[in-house]
């Protein structure tokens, strides 16, 4: 279920989304490109269009993200997983029940269950967890939700990478400690430095940077 794609974050359209699932992903705080997907995310956050998106929140501890889901359920760090396979399970079964979650957890993951269910290809899941079985679960989730790859996900494009894919040694002739920066962010950053020797150094030295 990586979809041949390696080390590399999905692309997630939250303006498409009609059911979103967080686990453990602060998508409006800390998690991956959060400034671009709170701008889209909002998008559908407007009752003057007649229908809202419906956000699920599985987290350890209080985020932005969190405090601003429709339904927030607190677990463990160690259940994060659970929930992703109990979610996986649901997709199919939407009333199933697993005795390694308590109740109160079941009840909201059979709850995110239905909503993802009835979204379709419109539904999208998250998990912040850098457990490679967890991020694949999500994706056989996100793959079985109506097709929501393609839709709502996808892995072509993608500015977000995980890993060291590129060391910046100088910037504007003085070393640079930040290593292993990714090459979306090479981008993004581009504009905010203001010394045009300084903006190329950045760029030269990123082997993943491309400018659009």
């Known amino acids: 279920m990586d979809f041949g794609v390696n080390a590399t974050f999905p692309t997630s359209k939250f303006e498409e989304a009609s059911a979103i699932v967080s686990i453990g992903a602060d998508f409006l705080g800390t998690f991956g490109d959060s400034v671009y ?77 239905k909503d993802l269910k009835k979204a379709g290809s419109k539904g999208l899941v998250l998990a912040g967890s850098n457990e490679l079985d967890v991020q694949r679960v999500v994706n056989a989730i996100n793959n079985a939700s109506g097709c929501s790859v393609g839709s709502t996900v996808t892995y072509d494009g993608t500015d977000l990478f995980q890993g060291q894919h590129g060391c910046i040694p100088a910037v504007d002739g003085r070393t640079c400690k930040m290593r292993g920066v990714a090459h979306g962010h090479c981008r993004r950053l581009q504009p905010r430095l203001r010394c045009p020797r300084a903006q190329s150094s950045l760029l030269r030295h990123c082997p993943m940077s491309r400018l659009r």
Do not use: C
């Open 37 to 113: 997907y709170a701008e889209n995310w909002a998008k559908t956050r407007k009752p003057e269009n007649g229908s809202m998106s419906r956000m699920h929140a599985f987290e350890t501890n209080m985020s932005l993200t969190g405090s601003n889901a429709d339904y927030r359920t607190m677990v463990k760090p160690s259940e994060h997983g659970k929930v992703a396979t109990a979610l996986l399970s649901g997709n199919y079964r939407p009333r199933v029940r697993t005795n390694s979650l308590p109740e109160s957890v079941q009840a909201a993951v059979i709850n995110a269950a």
